[in-house]
């Protein structure tokens, strides 16, 4: 978990926060202070720097609340909301029927897992290809989907191996619970 700061806006420019962690922290007014540059920023400018892939924590300025999920996820809505989102109906209305639910806290390290996969994954490609435009990329992502498939589908298939184990030990343990309930009632099952 990130430290917080309790540095006052009057920090000093150039200043870093724990260790190279950027602090922004959140006023009353919804303004966004960057306690390193000692500037106001935006959300666009806190997604230039998760871009770049800054360390960033956001802080209410008054209580010391961390608040960087909340402006990450209205960095993302904003995103979804303008141009080509990259989440489906389909896709949100699955998340959200994960909430609440027993695999709740499965499905956010399968996703991270995924992702980072995904990322390791462009990573290589970009080192390997670094000066392609955007449209040779696009044009080689089209052909790659096969590829792509295949390549997710391996990485999907030992997921769905560990949530059938998961399932399969959760009925044993259902019904084991279930059979010493009756059996201290005195019924069989």
């Known amino acids: 978990m990130p430290v917080k700061s309790s540095a006052n ?29 000692s500037t106001y920023v935006t959300l666009a400018e806190i997604k230039k720097l998760v871009m770049a ?36 109906e389909a896709v949100l209305s699955n998340i959200i029927r994960f909430y609440g639910h027993a695999m709740q806290g499965h499905m956010g390290s399968y996703l991270e897992n995924h992702v980072q ?22 044009q080689f992502m089209k052909w790659q989907t096969p590829l792509m498939h295949n390549m997710f589908s391996g990485l999907a298939n030992p997921s769905q191996n560990v949530m ?24 069989k099952t």
């Open 9 to 37: 806006p009057s920090k000093s420019a150039g200043a870093s926060d724990s260790g190279g962690m950027r602090t922004i922290k959140k006023y009353p007014n919804r303004r966004l202070y960057d306690t390193q540059t």
């Open 53 to 88: 892939a800054a360390c960033v924590v956001v802080v209410d300025a008054k209580t010391g609340e961390d608040l960087t999920r909340s402006i990450l996820l209205q960095i993302i809505l904003e995103e979804e909301s303008a141009g080509v989102p990259m989440f489906s």
């Open 117 to 138: 996969s995904f990322m390791d994954w462009q990573s290589k490609l970009g080192e390997s290809s670094p000066n392609l435009s955007p449209e040779v990329w696009a």
């Open 164 to 187: 059938a184990q998961m399932q399969e030990q959760m009925q044993k343990q259902i019904q084991k619970n279930t059979e010493q309930m009756l059996g201290a009632l005195g019924l």
